[in-house]
């Protein structure tokens, strides 16, 4: 199976925690490209045998904004077709991005 990659472009925006002094910045991968997204992880899933998915149904991705590429995971956002990219602060440092900013990515399904 070949694994797809994806552009998108879509606004980061920032989760915080009630509970914690802590913060994460996202972008989030909706509609057909989300329902790509979680049809090849589990054929993927399915093709290796494996019985279940992986911790809360995470894809493995290699990320690029800009010139800055890195390989992370995306998950799961609280509806079916939605995926969160988390995006650390040296990506966001290195291409100058801050929560509101419209944000041109790939991402490729590893």
């Given at each position: 199976?070949?694994?797809p ?12 925690s ?45 990320a690029t ?17 939605i ?28």
């Amino acid at each position: 199976m070949t694994s797809p990659a994806f552009t998108i472009t879509t606004e980061m925006w920032i989760w915080t925690s009630e509970n914690a002094p802590a913060s994460w910045h996202f972008l989030s991968i909706k509609g057909e490209v989300g329902e790509e997204i979680k049809a090849h992880a589990t054929m993927a899933r399915l093709e290796l045998g494996l019985p279940k998915k992986r911790g809360w149904g995470a894809v493995k991705v290699e990320a690029t904004i800009g010139k800055t590429t890195w390989r992370t995971s995306i998950f799961p956002g609280t509806d079916d077709d939605i995926y969160l990219l988390p995006v650390k602060a040296a990506v966001r440092k290195a291409e100058s991005i801050v929560a509101g900013d419209e944000v041109t990515f790939t991402i490729a399904l590893i």
